[in-house]
């Protein structure tokens, strides 16, 4: 049963450059950076393979690497926490105050944009 009524290769063609785009800006990237944590390379010189020599070094020796984890995460619950508190100061204005539309979008939008 086809409820949309609209032929698959036409779905496909207007889906297609929506997954295109985000496979190159989110997925070829990330393949990018793992590949270039595994090369010895300051970014001039001719570059070496190091295999997992790099991350053994971050996650062992590097003094600055656990910190800035910890500090990422608290970062994140941060902000994660901001987000119910910004849904119920909306509920709440849309509730008690008139034309409170203007006002909710104002309230919100920093927490959508973030």
Known sequence: MNVLKVPARTITVFVLPCILLY?????????????????DWNGIAEAKFVGLANFERIFTADPVFWPSVRR?????????????????MAI?????VRKANTLVTMYFLPVILL
């Open 72 to 88: 990422t995460m608290m970062f994140a619950v941060c902000s994660m926490t901001e987000i119910p508190f910004c849904l119920i």
């Open 92 to 96: 709440l204005l849309n509730r008690y």
């Open 23 to 39: 496979t190159c800006m989110v997925f070829v990237p990330i393949l990018v950076s793992v590949y270039c944590g595994l090369l």
